[in-house]
């Protein structure tokens, strides 16, 4: 299997997770955060990246003038909260199936407060889901639902391993996609929807992350910032290629959907974007199928 295909947490878009995870440390580590990732610092610490990653404030802000990590702290934490609210408000509401897709090292299944009998899925490379699983373990951390990782390629027929696990398409699912769209080539994003929205009962809701401008998102001054900060070049390993807008695509599709600008989810919580993440004009998707 070729490198393009399979990846760890140090390797590859692996440690894009390794990076999140990160930023969800420091901010964790921040007396006013607005959110609590008990375990991001556990990731960081074993992982032992090629370049060392913060994992609280003050490492942060040793950044100085450049400020890659405490803007990328205050930007996944931003994109972190929304979503946390997300499955707070699908479990509320009687949803009790979820799918986190390009799981990564989100421990949601771990630090939030499920229902009890609701199904939480990750989907994820092998060697990521098996690093964060050995982690958690050795910590004696247990799920707080029934978790249910499953091992594959978004690019291949993930919807056959996800049904193989148990997957129940009669029953709502609460799906996300955090941090995923842009290492997905335009077709297999284009099979994506249309898998979930095949695999959606009535009452499934779907949150996503994507970006009004994905060249800004990950074009030179973010591909010299990830090489600084996590010492891999993740510029060519993102599709930049236009394609139809989410929000525009699960409207064709016959979801309802309603769109958050981070810029002004970030304003909200007192926590303002830097320059440099404003101008990726990333956008929170939230839809549902009535
Ligand atoms: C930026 S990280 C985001 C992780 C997580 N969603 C979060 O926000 O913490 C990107 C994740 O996408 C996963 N990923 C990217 N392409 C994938 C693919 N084709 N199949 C499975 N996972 C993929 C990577 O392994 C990585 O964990």
């Not at 897709?101 to 299944?109: I, K, V």
């Not at 990521?128 to 982690?135: M, N």
């Not at 193989?164 to 929807?193: H, K, M, N, Q, V």
């Amino acid at each position: 299997m070729s490198t393009d295909q399979q990846w760890d947490i140090v390797s590859g878009i692996g440690i894009t997770a390794l990076a999140v995870a990160a930023a969800r440390a420091v901010e964790t580590s921040r007396p006013d955060a607005l959110i609590q990732d008990p375990y991001a610092v556990r990731f960081v610490e074993e992982a032992r990246p090629p370049v060392p990653m913060p994992t609280t404030a003050a490492e942060a802000e040793a950044d100085g003038a450049r400020r890659y990590w405490p803007d990328t702290s205050t930007y996944i934490a931003v994109r972190t909260r929304a979503f946390d609210d997300f499955f707070q408000e699908a479990v509320a509401a009687g949803v009790t199936q979820a799918v986190v897709l390009a799981s990564g090292l989100d421990a949601r299944a771990f630090r939030l407060p499920w229902p009890a009998g609701t199904v939480v899925y990750e989907i994820d490379q092998p060697l990521v889901l098996d690093f964060k699983l050995r982690v958690l373990r050795e910590q004696g951390v247990a799920a707080s639902c029934e978790h249910r990782p499953v091992a594959v390629d978004l690019r291949n027929d993930w919807a056959t391993a996800l049904e193989a696990a148990g997957f129940d398409r009669s029953r709502p699912t609460a799906w996300l996609a955090e941090g995923l769209l842009p290492y997905l080539p335009p077709e297999a994003e284009e099979e994506l929807f249309q898998e979930i929205h095949r695999l959606s009962a009535p009452g499934s809701r779907f949150a996503v992350e994507t970006f009004g401008n994905v060249a800004a998102a990950m074009g030179k001054s973010a591909a010299d910032g990830s090489i600084r900060s996590m010492g891999v070049d993740i510029s060519g390993l993102i599709h930049t290629d236009r394609r139809p807008k989410p929000a525009d695509r699960l409207g064709d599709l016959g979801w309802r959907t309603r769109s958050v600008a981070a810029e002004e989810a970030a304003a909200a919580h007192g926590r303002p974007l830097s320059d440099e993440f404003a101008k990726r004009e990333a956008v929170h998707v939230f839809a549902r199928l009535p």
